[in-house]
């Protein structure tokens, strides 16, 4: 795969990931060109749970606010977003397992070649 197939918008996690998803789905049902945007998506949702739970580890799951009320950090909520949105990527390309049977397999017949 040639970096110019990966969408610029991705940063370093997300361009690893969608990598990985590509080459799973391509072993699995085949690649066609327009899976390019949903796993690129999905990747930058990955990318963005990251850097959510890179933000909680620092500043916890709590903050006090500015008129010094304690409640909940805003990272948590883009956190559990973006993995439900990852969730359901994975759900739908066959990548989590309880879901894998039912995406369609690709399956190279060899007595056409």
Known sequence: MSQAEIPKYLGKTGK?????????ITARTGWKD???????????????Y????????????TVTHRNGAIGQNPWVSIQAIAFKNVGTFSNRFGLNPAY????DCFIEDDSEI
């Open 50 to 61: 990251a850097q959510a739970c890179e933000k909680i580890a620092i500043e916890g799951a």
């Open 16 to 24: 690893a990931v969608y990598t990985k998803w590509k080459d799973i």
């Open 100 to 103: 894998s049977a039912k995406v």
């Open 34 to 48: 327009e899976f390019v945007e949903q796993v690129a998506l999905a990747a930058a949702q990955y990318e963005l």
